[in-house]
């Protein structure tokens, strides 16, 4: 009689069966899930909540008008609960302050804050300008 054996196992010719995927349990599901949940609160609370320092303002022009004075245009954006103040300042040549103010925006309940506000303001120097621009604000 003769003996007949396979060369080869099915499995190693055409592949195995793939193993179910372990699940992950209940208890890690509601976890995992709650996680993501206080996740999405937290981001929801840093995007939405207010901002705490104002819109950089925006430095429309200047005129040096000599060796004691540079009128300088700035555009600062309000606020409707809390006033803003921003610091104009005067720069030489070699980008030295020589001359800064402060100039303050009140704040309005009516001011629409996604467009600024022109301010024209007089800062004295100590020597003569080369250009004048709006540096920082605050709110107060």
Not at 111 to 123: F, H, K, N, R
């Amino acid at each position: 009689m003769t003996e007949v054996t396979a060369a080869e196992p099915q499995g190693d010719r055409y592949g195995r069966a793939r193993t179910p995927r372990r699940r992950l349990s209940r208890r890690a599901t509601y976890l995992a899930a709650a996680a993501i949940a206080v996740t999405v609160v937290v981001i929801g609370i840093f995007a939405f909540q207010p901002s705490t320092t104002p819109t950089d303002p925006k430095t429309l022009g200047y005129t040096v008008n000599d060796s004691a004075s540079t009128t300088v245009s700035v555009g600062i954006y309000p606020d409707r609960e809390r006033s803003v103040h921003c610091i104009v300042q005067a720069t030489n040549s070699n980008e030295a302050i020589v001359g800064f103010t402060e100039v303050s925006l009140p704040a309005d309940p009516q001011a629409d804050p996604t467009s600024a506000q022109g301010l024209t303001v007089e800062v004295a120097t100590t020597q003569l300008a080369a250009s004048g621009h709006a540096d920082a604000c605050w709110f107060e």
